[in-house]
């Protein structure tokens, strides 16, 4: 999973097939210089099964209950999009998700190094199916996420994340297991209120490091509504301002490369 700015090349290669079409025009200038979330999914029959789910490319037609007939509006701004088979799922996964070699190239990660802080939904939330719950609860509680990718992080590298809490905090050791023991969502987060300090004030979202203390302290914050333990409390966010910004770039610019 990746957040990334399409340029006029991206969308003529992944909608190729498409070229003739007449909404395609349409699509074009819709896509272009516009932040779009991809992913890989993957599953037996993925290809003909995400087709069923998201429906009818005109939202009108598409059978309810369908991604499209929830939120898209027309044929051109119809919400999603697919892969038309499986061989073009290989060159579109392989064209979205490049190879080192080229993310400084196509689809680069989006992130501002701005007034920023990171957010990291950890590996148990991804497998508990939690990560939808913290994206909403980012938008209400007044952030955007600026970029967004998916990352398996090695042990040394959670190691080397977490190196500030050795020693001085009894779980670093889960921790870092933690961190590295499945995919996990790192995010720049920005205040949409430019005024605010966006690392203190989404700390405050983000709630006590202990799940139960949150619980009873600050009921309404994630930790408190998405952890389970001091280890795995869902979500790990910048505690300090100044290192807001030290962390997305360990992230967006050290782990991506």
Do not use: W
Request: net charge negative.
């Amino acid at each position: 999973m990746k957040k990334a700015r399409l340029t006029g090349d991206d969308v003529n290669y992944l909608y190729r097939f498409q070229l003739t079409d007449p909404t395609f025009p349409f699509l074009l200038e819709h896509l272009t210089g516009d932040l779009v979330y991809g992913m890989e999914l993957v599953g037996k029959d993925a290809v003909a099964l995400s087709k069923q789910i998201i429906g009818d490319k005109d939202p009108m037609k598409a059978k309810p209950g369908t991604i499209r007939a929830l939120y898209g509006s027309d044929p051109v701004k119809n919400c999603v999009d697919v892969s038309s088979d499986t061989e073009t799922a290989i060159q579109d996964v392989e064209y979205f998700f490049p190879s080192p070699p080229f993310h400084l190239s196509r689809l680069r990660l989006t992130a501002t190094l701005s007034n920023c802080t990171l957010c990291i939904v950890k590996p148990h939330a991804i497998r508990e199916g939690k990560l939808g719950a913290a994206l909403e609860a980012i938008d209400e509680g007044g952030f955007d996420i600026t970029a967004l990718n998916m990352f398996i992080v090695e042990n040394i590298n959670a190691a080397e994340f977490y190196e500030v809490y050795k020693g001085i905090v009894q779980e670093y050791k889960g921790m870092v297991e933690e961190l590295s023991s499945g995919p996990c969502i790192a995010m720049e987060i920005v205040a949409k209120d430019k005024r605010t300090n966006t690392a203190v004030e989404f700390r405050k979202l983000v709630g006590p490091s202990d799940p139960e203390i949150a619980r009873l302290l600050r009921p309404n914050t994630m930790r408190a509504k998405l952890g389970k333990t001091k280890v795995q409390n869902a979500i790990h966010c910048s505690d300090l301002a100044e290192d807001g910004l030290l962390e997305v770039e360990y992230f967006f610019k050290i782990l991506n490369l």
